[in-house]
């Protein structure tokens, strides 16, 4: 059994920053994707930015250029740097991995969400 537990959510002010990191333990596997999505009230959950193992990585184009995705492989981490936030961003963010390739997903695996308010 997978769990990923975020961290680092909270409330900020527009125009500033947090981090968001999230860690897995229990069944550790080299994942194929970890990031983040995000859900505000009453919206569909959406992705924010995701990396794959090799490097790659693609971001909502509402963070481009304000949020960075970072991950370590070997320790299974991923975090998210998020800064010149405003208050569109304010939403629980969850962490995600998926198990598989480019190809096939073999498991899909969520946190339990990390509130994020922007708000003077």
């Known amino acids: 059994q997978v769990q990923l537990v975020e961290s680092g959510g909270g409330l900020v002010q527009p125009g500033g920053s947090l981090r968001l990191s999230c860690a897995a333990s229990?069944?550790?596997?080299?994942?194929?994707?970890m990031g983040w999505y995000r859900q505000a009230p009453g919206k569909q959950r959406e992705l924010v930015a995701v990396?794959?193992?090799?490097?790659?990585?693609n971001y909502a184009d509402s963070v481009k250029g304000r949020f960075t995705i970072s991950r370590d492989n070997a320790k299974n981490t991923v975090n998210l740097q998020m800064n010149s936030l405003r208050p569109e961003d304010t939403a629980v963010y969850y962490c995600?991995?998926?198990?598989?390739?480019?190809?096939?997903?073999?498991?899909?695996?969520w946190g339990q969400g990390t509130q994020v308010t922007v708000s003077s």
């Open positions: 229990g069944s550790i596997f080299n994942f194929y994707i």
């Open positions: 995600n991995a998926k198990r598989g390739s480019s190809t096939v997903v073999l498991g899909t695996y």
């Open positions: 990396s794959t193992s090799g490097g790659s990585t």
